[in-house]
């Protein structure tokens, strides 16, 4: 049975967690506050590829939570997969547009017409509401043409205040049905996204983490791929636990914090 150690590193999601649509969830604030109070850094890994960085630091900023150099997004981890030079055809928004522009020059996005003719390296895809038939077609044609699928994440769904609505994860399932072609993802679960979050823990050890999310799949599945505990809150995708294997349930992040620090 693995040792409870308190942890040096808290790996936290956002939405369904912190906050929904921007919105924080009563006791989150504060629970980070009292986090770091006690010595825990808190790391913020989202598969959020829709926000900028900057935006991202921002709206943390403004419900009270400081957090630049503390986040890690789904839009970074997909830009690891790309190479300098690569003509990349992109489904998603602003935060995956900056991500992929810092590693090559020539990205065509989707939904801006027309649509640049010619051959791509790859098609990313992330959450965008400008989606439609016409960029499903684009990115059939670009993958059908060559081009690798990477999905920034895989999440079927994005919660908020009135529910779910469709994530980034549906469109790309549109794309991989309509090309049958398999997408390699970065974001939560996956090792690209790990890769990024061990870099910025330095020497921290997998025991010394936990990570705090509201989906068993995404959140779960990432820390067992960082060899971390889970620690599951209710204030997000998923009303219960039932068939999780979390190490900690508890109602929202406030309620996860007071069984941290009472370690």
Same mark, same amino acid.
């Given at each position: 049975? #693995?040792?409870?150690?308190? &942890?040096?590193?808290?790996?936290?999601? +956002?939405?369904?967690?912190?906050?929904l649509a921007h919105q924080p969830i009563p006791g989150s604030v504060?629970?980070?506050?009292? +986090?770091? %109070?006690?010595?825990?850094? @808190?790391?913020?890994?989202?598969?959020?590829?829709?926000?900028?960085?900057?935006?991202? @630091?921002?709206?943390?900023?403004?419900?009270?939570?400081?957090?630049?150099?503390?986040?890690?997004?789904?839009?970074?981890?997909?830009?690891?997969?790309?190479?300098?030079?690569?003509?990349? +055809?992109?489904?998603?928004?602003?935060?995956?547009?900056?991500?992929?522009?810092?590693?090559?020059?020539?990205? @065509? @996005?989707?939904?801006? %017409?027309?649509?640049?003719?010619?051959?791509? $390296?790859?098609?990313?895809?992330?959450?965008?509401?400008?989606?439609?038939?016409?960029?499903?077609? $684009?990115?059939?044609?670009?993958? #059908?043409?060559?081009?690798? +699928?990477?999905?920034?994440?895989?999440?079927?769904?994005?919660?908020? &205040?009135?529910?779910?609505?469709?994530?980034?994860?549906?469109?790309?399932?549109?794309?991989?049905?309509?090309?049958?072609?398999? &997408?390699?993802?970065?974001?939560?679960?996956?090792?690209?996204?790990?890769?990024?979050? #061990? $870099?910025?823990?330095? =020497?921290?050890?997998? %025991?010394?983490?936990?990570?705090?999310? $509201?989906?068993? =799949?995404?959140?779960?599945?990432?820390? #067992?791929?960082?060899?971390?505990?889970?620690?599951m809150v209710l204030s997000g995708v998923m009303p219960t636990a039932?068939?999780?294997?979390? =190490?900690?349930?508890?109602? =929202?992040?406030a309620g996860v914090v007071e069984i941290l620090l009472k370690e």
């Amino acid at each position: 049975m #693995r040792k409870t150690v308190r &942890p040096k590193v808290v790996l936290c999601d +956002l939405d369904g967690v912190v906050w929904l649509a921007h919105q924080p969830i009563p006791g989150s604030v504060g629970a980070i506050a009292s +986090l770091r %109070e006690a010595g825990i850094r @808190v790391v913020f890994v989202t598969n959020n590829s829709f926000s900028t960085y900057d935006e991202q @630091v921002a709206a943390l900023g403004s419900i009270g939570v400081p957090a630049e150099g503390d986040i890690v997004t789904s839009a970074m981890s997909a830009a690891t997969a790309i190479k300098s030079g690569w003509r990349v +055809l992109l489904c998603g928004s602003q935060g995956l547009i900056e991500e992929i522009g810092r590693v090559t020059d020539d990205v @065509v @996005v989707a939904y801006n %017409e027309p649509m640049a003719a010619g051959d791509f $390296d790859a098609v990313v895809v992330g959450f965008h509401r400008e989606f439609n038939y016409q960029v499903l077609t $684009d990115a059939l044609t670009a993958v #059908r043409g060559g081009a690798v +699928l990477i999905g920034s994440n895989d999440d079927p769904t994005y919660p908020t &205040p009135n529910g779910p609505i469709p994530g980034g994860g549906s469109i790309l399932a549109a794309i991989e049905k309509a090309s049958g072609v398999t &997408p390699t993802v970065t974001g939560k679960p996956y090792e690209p996204m790990a890769l990024l979050v #061990r $870099d910025m823990c330095g =020497d921290v050890l997998p %025991e010394e983490m936990v990570m705090i999310g $509201d989906r068993s =799949d995404t959140d779960g599945g990432f820390a #067992r791929t960082m060899g971390a505990r889970f620690a599951m809150v209710l204030s997000g995708v998923m009303p219960t636990a039932d068939g999780s294997e979390a =190490d900690i349930v508890a109602p =929202d992040l406030a309620g996860v914090v007071e069984i941290l620090l009472k370690e």
